[in-house]
């Protein structure tokens, strides 16, 4: 049976980008890249999901050149000539099935324990030293180590940008190192980074600028920011509309092309008063186009769906209400997880209407790279 699908497989277009279609895989860390390298198994798990028809994948985050930039076993680097030689071959993979491709360029910041490699020495590195509020680790960053890693960064989108891919995505969500500024629950410094809303976001729109600086005018940069932490489900960097817009106004101007409101559910209403979700009021706030995404083809949400449920499997849905907020014109791009990282072909069975063929999600899933 088929289903009205709107604009979901409508072109998008942005400078040079050209979108197939409005679906992206969204960023999942998959733990196969030994020695920070992607191999053969890692060019084919996204080959696969571009064969299938997704528009834009999104890599899994890949680590900028600092020390302390890691926090997990086998997580790509996006430095070094063997890591860089394995992202070619991926992005070489992607284009010759017809997708695009933007790496998720990532520093953990205060979630890196030591004993993590690359260098088991190195502690976490983030604006306070706090994990989470009255949870300290790690150390709190000087000037000198802010302007090393705004640099790393510029130097990863200068690099993606010579190997192909199509843009970029700044991970500024989840809690990690960028998100750890922006948050008063780990930020409590008292120079110029923390402090007010404007200081608390100087760090990631000086990343900003300097990736733009890098890349130029016309590369696209895509910023995924999210409301919630690993550390607290229900954080809030802003609680109203308006404090959205001053949110997202430093981050315009600093050079961000696509914002990538990262929630867990997308059907959820971000605030009172209106049905929009954060990619909704982020698109209407800023005039720029957004991306959303959360448990699309799922019913149960990224944390219990993932890593808390014993339900081996979920069931499709939440494709009717996309397809309407799509409609609407609420936001540009959708980013799906789990049902990809589960069934590479998910999106061509839900263009055929085979939605009886899907393989549901299941959490043992994690331990393979199909
Ligand atoms: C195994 C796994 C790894 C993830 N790794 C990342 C990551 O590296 N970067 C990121 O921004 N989000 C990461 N996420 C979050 C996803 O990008 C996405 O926002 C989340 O899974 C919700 O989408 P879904 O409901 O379609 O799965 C991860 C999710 C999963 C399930």
Redesign the pocket.
């Known amino acids: 049976m088929s289903m009205n699908l709107g604009p979901l497989f409508d072109p998008f277009e942005l400078h040079h980008l050209q979108l197939r279609n409005r679906v992206a895989m969204?960023?999942?860390?998959?733990n196969f890249s030994p020695n920070g390298v992607p191999g053969p198994d890692v060019v084919d798990y996204y080959r696969r999901r571009a064969e299938a028809g997704v528009g834009l994948i999104?890599t899994?985050?890949t680590t900028v050149n600092h020390a302390a930039a890691n926090g997990y076993p086998n997580v790509p680097a996006f430095h070094g000539e063997q890591a860089l030689a394995g992202w070619k071959q991926v992005v070489d993979a992607v284009h010759e099935a017809g997708g695009a491709i933007f790496p998720?360029l990532?520093h953990v910041g205060a979630v890196r324990k030591e004993g993590t490699e690359p260098d088991p020495a190195v502690p976490g590195y983030s604006p306070s030293g706090l994990f989470a509020p009255g949870k300290p680790n790690g150390q709190a960053m000087s000037r000198e180590d802010i302007r090393d890693v705004v640099k790393a960064f510029g130097d990863a989108a200068q690099d993606a940008k010579a190997l192909g891919f199509d843009g970029v995505?700044i991970?500024g969500?989840?809690g990690?190192l960028l998100d750890q500024f922006l948050w008063e629950g780990t930020n409590q410094r008292d120079d110029e980074y923390g402090g007010s809303l404007e200081n608390r976001l100087r760090f990631v729109v000086e990343i900003v600028e300097e990736v733009r600086h890098r890349v130029g005018p016309d590369y696209p940069i895509m910023l995924?920011f999210?409301q919630w932490k690993q550390q607290d489900y229900d954080a809030k960097l802003v609680s109203s509309p308006e404090e959205l817009e001053r949110f997202l106004t430093p981050l315009v101007e600093a050079g961000v092309d696509i914002f990538h409101a990262?929630?867990?559910?997308f059907w959820e209403p971000e605030f009172e008063g209106s049905n929009l979700n954060l990619a909704g009021w982020t698109q209407k706030l800023s005039g720029k186009p957004t991306m959303s995404?959360?448990?699309?083809?799922?019913t149960e949400?990224?944390i219990s769906?993932?890593f808390a449920s014993k339900q081996e499997s979920v069931e499709q849905s939440g494709i009717d209400e996309l397809v309407e907020r799509m409609n609407d014109g609420e936001f540009d791009l959708i980013?799906?997880?789990?049902?990809?990282?589960q069934d590479p072909e998910w999106l061509v069975k839900v263009k055929e209407g085979r939605l009886n063929e899907v393989t549901a999600?299941a959490r043992k899933s994690?331990t393979t790279l199909y």
């Open positions: 969204a960023p999942m860390t998959r999104i899994e985050g998720q990532w995505e991970h969500a989840h990690y995924r999210s990262s929630t867990r559910r995404v959360g448990s699309v083809g799922l949400d990224f769906g993932t980013a799906v997880g789990r049902a990809l990282l999600f994690l």
